[in-house]
Nanobody, 123 residues
Framework: QVQLVESGGGLVQAGGSLRLSCAAS????????IGWFRQAPGKEREFVAA????????YYADSVKGRFTISRDNAKNMVYLQMNSLKPEDTAVYYC????????????????WGQGTQVTVSS
């Protein structure tokens, strides 16, 4: 089992920045790829970014490429999502998720999920 807890969400104006954190506990965290997903009201949960267990590879949704950066610190069991140039359409609940093996952009490939943190971007 891997337990995940997100933090860092909040209200920000368009053009601003936020850094989300995902704290992991349980099994060996460094064995897991981590993904960030988001879900806006009335919409499906969608992929945002993912990172391999050793930070060797990252993968981003086109909608956030160039604005968001995913990183991890295995020594601290933490994963981060730095979000810059935020837009109102980035408003959603953001979730981190873990899976053994390589990174994936598909939500059903992930086995463990956090409870989410709300990000609201005002125009």
């Amino acid at each position: 089992q891997v337990q995940l807890v997100e933090s860092g969400g909040g209200l920000v104006q368009a053009g601003g920045s936020l850094r989300l954190s995902c704290a992991a506990s349980g099994r060996t965290f460094s064995n897991y790829a981590i993904g960030w997903f988001r879900q806006a009201p009335g919409k499906e949960r969608e992929f945002v970014a993912a990172i391999t267990w050793n930070s060797g590879n990252t993968y981003y949704a086109d909608s956030v490429k160039g604005r968001f950066t995913i990183s991890r610190d295995n020594a601290k069991n933490m994963v981060y999502l730095q979000m810059n140039s935020l837009k109102p359409e980035d408003t959603a609940v953001y979730y981190c998720a873990a899976r053994r093996g390589y990174l994936s952009g598909k939500r059903y490939d992930y086995d463990y999920w956090g409870q989410g943190t709300q990000v609201t971007v005002s125009s």
